[in-house]
Each structure stands twice: as C-alpha cells, then as structure tokens.
C-alpha cells in the first residue's frame, strides 16, 4: 500500500517547481522586453527632435518585430538568432559602413557641421567690440561639460540663457541642472570663456571678464544672394565652394570653417597624386609589411624551435622551461612596451648599459626599426610556443617512426612530415597573427611614436605602420582629417583581405595534398 503511494506522490512533486520556474522566466522576459520598449522611447525623442524619420520609423519596426518574436511562443530559431544578428549589425557592420561612407567625405577639422552652422561660426568669431555695445551684467553657469552665460540687460531687466543656439528668455535663479561657476571654477576655464560666444542677430554677445558681457557686430557678414562672405572692413570676398565644402577668396584664400560635404574618391586619389603623401603612403606600406611579416616569421621560427627542443624526452627539467617561456606572455603587453622603451634609452638604458655600448637604438631608422622587431619577438614567440606545442602533440608519432625506418635523419624527418603538418594547422594562426600584426598600433605607438621622424615629414617616421600613421592624420597636431583616414583604413581592410584570401586558398590546397 505504501509503495503505491508513494509513486503518484513522488510524480506529483516537481509540479510546483515547474510552475514556479515557469513564472520566472516569464518575470525575466517580461522585465526584458519592458528595458527594450524603454531604449526604444529614449531613444525616440532625439529622432524626432532632429527630424529623421526614417530612422524612427525603422526604430518603430524593429521594437515591434522584436516584441513579437518574444511574446508569441513561435519562430524559435530566430529567438537565439535575433540577439546576436543585432549586436553584429551594432559593432561590426555599422562602424564598417560609417568608417566607409565617412571616406567619401571631407570630415574633419573645420569641417564637421552644415554650411548653415559654418557661416554662424564664421560670423561669431569676427565679432569685435564696437562704440555703444550693449553691456550685461554676467554670471557663467554650466551643466556637466556645457558652458552658458546667464545675463541681465541693465535697462530693461531682462534676464537670458545664451547658449551656442543664441538667447533664450530665463529666471534670475538659473535653470533646472545648471549651476553658477564660481571665481575659481572660471578662471580654471578662462580660455574656454574667452572663446564662447552667444550668437544674435547681427553679431554675438562676449564674456568681458566674469561678470560683464558684451554684444559686439560681427565685421564678417553672409551675403545669401552671392553666396559669400564679406569683410565689411576690407572688403574682401571669400564665395563659397560646394566642391570643397569651403569659402574660398578671389587669391586662393580659404577661410578656415567650412562644413562636411561629399567628395568622392579624392580621398583616395590623394594618396596616389599628392607627392609628399604617396612617398609617405608607399614607405610605411612597405615597412608594414616588412614588420608584420618579420614578426609573425620570427615568433613562429622561435616559438616552434623552442617546442621542438622541450619536445625531447631527453631534455630535463622541461616543465621549468615550460613555465618561463610562458612568463613573457603572460605579462601585461602595454606595459611591457613600456619597459622595452626605457630599456632602449640611449643615456641610461639597461641594454647599452649591459653591452657597454652607446647606440641610439630609437634615434636612427634602421636601429628603431631592429628594437621593434626583437620587442616583438620577445612578446610574441610565447605564443607561438604554446600553440606549436599543442600541433606537435597532436601529430602522430607513427610518421616520424615510418621515417626513420626509411633510414631518413631528424631534419629530414621534420621537413619531410612534421613541417608541412604544422603548416597545415598553424597558417590560419599565422594568417590571424599577421593581419594582427599589420595593425599593430600599441607595439609601434608605446615604444617609438611612430619615429624617428624625417626633417621635412613630421607625419610619418621610419617605424610607423599605416594605423599609426592613419591616426596621426585622425588626431594629429596639424588637425584632425577623418575622412582621408577612413579612406586609407579601407586600403588597410582591402591590403589584409588579400593577403588573407590568398593564404586562405594556399591551406586548402595543402590540407587537400596532405590529408
């Protein structure tokens, strides 16, 4: 009788965990689909703030599309496909296509906005104080990183919020989220005061210390008609040069704001036509090339010879060896870079300091370029080390036995058998360490900069690959050209498409011979 019991009882107990952990999912997907319906508002105003409807629209489409896969208990497929489709779409093929759009234009510096928003700045930074200027008293309020000046009309009273938009009617007290700077918050940021100006209607109101403004008359003026800008005290004319994006004078002169605008391939062609940029473009080419195949070559040369000797059965102390070629892969790669820097100082370098020699290893081009490639092989034979080993392990032992049956010696051996073997499972390896390797921005930026540097071509030195010197035109002293670095980044993607398509092709004709 027992025994009968107990069955229907036993069956009958996991019923209430089944519901319980049945309404917990449904607590998490609804909690889940509650946060993407909140992305989805917030993210709405900005849309429909700045007018791009498609944009909302397609934002509409894919908060519904996605609601309805998870509500509904069908498409299950899709549930786990969805999630990761949108995060590629998010990291890996929006950027691609940004950064590609981006090099068909001439962003950058002096040319990130409209024309409409060029002219203001054009128009606010001839502003100059004129006799009978309107006084205000002043205070400065900020809100986080944004600055706006808080001012009072003397005559009437009034008080406005002016910000980059221009004058907006406001409170004595400042708004909600705005504070007033104090004597030592301003001071810490005079320059950016200085700088600030609140557009208006013929000029623009200026700081005149920290609690006097002015509004000055701007001398450079818009003229719609001509489509010009116009010194009203010299008289000069700058019209504006949609090609360029650009208000250019009658002797060349260009004004230094200008606006984004479309440019086509003159991005790209500039790297073929212009003399001083095409010399630059071809030598770091080449160099790259020279490095990413010195260092992916000699870390796999080291790597694999040092597997190759700890693979012996004859060596001692083998897992000691193990562990202290493992050690340099196991640090910290930025700051060993670093430490590699400092080792190579000419004056108290541990190097020159140990050989009794004084070379300055970062000063001339072939002796930085020789310091970065041994960095880079200290840094990366680890590596290769450990999957090398793991190649040979898995090599069986009969070929190598087969081999010296046939009376053939340990080198031959090892070309014959175990060289194309370990091609055969290390070339996508070594394809990935190369194109790494081609990019390779920290091992080139934290131990040389890039230099030395040429006299007359402070942009590019003799050790720069081309993403060091693609981000010295991005973020250069000389100003930032975001398109004409988007565009040689599409030569970087296309240079390292290639050589990968091609070795790619090579592996699979050697693993048809030798499987």
Same mark, same amino acid.
């Given at each position: 009788?027992?025994?009968?019991?107990?069955?229907?009882?036993?069956?009958?107990?996991?019923?209430?965990?089944?519901?319980?952990?049945?309404?917990?999912?449904?607590?998490?997907?609804?909690?889940?689909?509650?946060?993407?319906?909140?992305?989805?508002?917030?993210?709405?105003?900005?849309?429909? $703030?700045?007018?791009? &409807?498609?944009?909302?629209?397609?934002?509409?489409?894919?908060?519904?599309?996605?609601?309805?896969? !998870?509500?509904?208990?069908?498409?299950?497929?899709?549930? !786990?496909?969805?999630?990761? +489709?949108?995060?590629?779409?998010?990291?890996?093929?929006?950027?691609?296509?940004?950064?590609?759009?981006?090099?068909?234009?001439?962003?950058? *510096?002096?040319?990130?906005?409209?024309?409409? $928003?060029?002219?203001?700045?054009?128009?606010?930074?001839?502003?100059?104080?004129?006799?009978?200027?309107?006084?205000?008293?002043?205070?400065?309020?900020?809100?986080?990183?944004?600055?706006?000046?808080?001012?009072? *009309?003397?005559?009437?009273?009034?008080?406005?919020?002016?910000?980059?938009?221009?004058?907006?009617?406001?409170?004595?007290?400042?708004?909600?989220?705005?504070?007033?700077?104090?004597?030592?918050?301003?001071?810490?940021?005079?320059?950016?005061?200085?700088?600030?100006?609140?557009?208006?209607?013929?000029?623009?109101?200026?700081?005149?210390?920290?609690?006097?403004? !002015?509004?000055? /008359?701007?001398?450079?003026?818009?003229?719609?008609?001509?489509?010009?800008?116009?010194?009203?005290?010299?008289?000069?004319?700058?019209?504006?040069?949609?090609?360029?994006?650009?208000?250019?004078?009658?002797?060349?002169?260009?004004?230094?704001?200008? &606006? /984004?605008?479309?440019?086509?391939?003159?991005?790209?062609?500039?790297?073929?036509?212009?003399?001083?940029?095409?010399?630059?473009? #071809?030598?770091?080419?080449? &160099?790259?090339?020279?490095?990413?195949?010195?260092?992916?070559?000699?870390?796999?040369?080291?790597?694999?010879?040092?597997?190759?000797?700890?693979?012996?059965?004859?060596?001692?102390?083998?897992?000691?060896?193990?562990?202290?070629?493992?050690?340099? !892969?196991?640090?910290?790669?930025?700051?060993?870079?670093?430490?590699?820097? *400092?080792?190579?100082?000419?004056?108290?370098?541990?190097?020159?300091?140990? %050989?009794?020699?004084?070379?300055?290893?970062?000063?001339?081009?072939?002796?930085?370029?020789?310091?970065?490639?041994?960095?880079?092989? &200290?840094?990366?034979?680890?590596?290769?080390? #450990?999957?090398?080993?793991?190649?040979?392990?898995?090599?069986?032992?009969?070929?190598? *036995?087969?081999?010296?049956?046939?009376?053939?010696?340990?080198?031959?051996?090892?070309?014959?058998?175990?060289?194309?073997?370990?091609?055969?499972?290390?070339?996508?390896?070594?394809?990935?360490?190369?194109?790494?390797?081609?990019?390779?921005?920290?091992?080139?930026?934290?131990?040389?900069?890039?230099?030395?540097?040429?006299?007359?071509?402070?942009?590019?030195?003799?050790?720069?690959?081309?993403?060091?010197? +693609?981000?010295?035109?991005?973020?250069?002293?000389?100003?930032?050209?975001?398109?004409?670095?988007?565009?040689?980044?599409?030569?970087?993607? %296309?240079?390292?498409?290639?050589?990968?398509?091609?070795?790619?092709?090579?592996?699979?004709?050697?693993?048809?011979?030798?499987?």
């Amino acid at each position: 009788m027992t025994t009968l019991l107990e069955g229907p009882a036993t069956r009958a107990l996991p019923a209430p965990q089944e519901k319980t952990t049945s309404a917990l999912g449904q607590a998490i997907r609804i909690v889940l689909l509650g946060m993407v319906v909140a992305i989805a508002v917030w993210a709405a105003f900005p849309l429909v $703030e700045g007018g791009y &409807w498609a944009g909302l629209g397609l934002l509409g489409a894919a908060t519904a599309g996605l609601l309805y896969l !998870y509500v509904t208990p069908r498409h299950v497929p899709a549930k !786990y496909l969805v999630p990761g +489709t949108i995060f590629l779409v998010v990291f890996q093929i929006f950027p691609v296509l940004y950064t590609a759009s981006t090099a068909f234009t001439n962003f950058g *510096d002096g040319h990130r906005g409209t024309k409409a $928003e060029a002219i203001t700045a054009i128009q606010t930074a001839s502003v100059t104080r004129v006799p009978g200027s309107t006084e205000y008293q002043l205070k400065i309020i900020t809100k986080g990183d944004a600055l706006a000046f808080l001012i009072t *009309d003397p005559k009437s009273g009034q008080v406005s919020i002016g910000d980059a938009d221009g004058l907006k009617p406001a409170d004595a007290n400042p708004p909600a989220g705005w504070t007033v700077l104090t004597a030592g918050q301003a001071s810490a940021r005079s320059k950016e005061i200085t700088d600030f100006a609140v557009p208006t209607g013929t000029g623009a109101i200026r700081s005149s210390g920290l609690s006097r403004a !002015y509004e000055g /008359k701007a001398v450079r003026a818009f003229d719609p008609e001509t489509d010009s800008i116009r010194d009203t005290t010299t008289g000069k004319v700058w019209k504006a040069d949609p090609a360029i994006g650009s208000f250019v004078a009658g002797d060349g002169d260009r004004l230094a704001q200008g &606006w /984004k605008v479309g440019v086509g391939l003159s991005n790209f062609t500039r790297v073929l036509t212009d003399d001083t940029i095409a010399s630059s473009f #071809l030598g770091t080419l080449i &160099w790259d090339f020279l490095f990413a195949i010195g260092s992916t070559g000699g870390t796999f040369l080291l790597g694999m010879f040092c597997a190759i000797a700890l693979q012996s059965t004859r060596m001692r102390f083998r897992g000691l060896y193990r562990v202290l070629m493992v050690l340099p !892969y196991a640090m910290p790669s930025f700051a060993m870079l670093l430490v590699w820097r *400092d080792m190579f100082n000419t004056d108290f370098g541990l190097i020159n300091s140990v %050989l009794g020699i004084h070379v300055d290893w970062l000063g001339t081009p072939i002796t930085a370029q020789v310091a970065v490639l041994l960095v880079q092989l &200290w840094l990366g034979y680890p590596y290769m080390f #450990l999957v090398t080993t793991g190649a040979l392990q898995a090599i069986p032992g009969e070929l190598t *036995d087969a081999t010296r049956v046939d009376g053939a010696g340990p080198f031959q051996a090892f070309r014959a058998v175990k060289l194309p073997l370990l091609l055969v499972a290390l070339t996508p390896l070594l394809i990935s360490s190369f194109a790494f390797n081609f990019n390779n921005f920290n091992a080139i930026y934290l131990t040389t900069e890039g230099g030395p540097f040429p006299a007359d071509n402070p942009n590019a030195g003799a050790t720069d690959l081309l993403i060091t010197y +693609t981000y010295r035109l991005a973020f250069g002293g000389s100003g930032a050209q975001y398109g004409f670095a988007a565009a040689i980044s599409i030569f970087i993607f %296309l240079i390292v498409a290639v050589v990968s398509a091609v070795s790619f092709r090579r592996t699979r004709a050697q693993e048809e011979v030798y499987s």
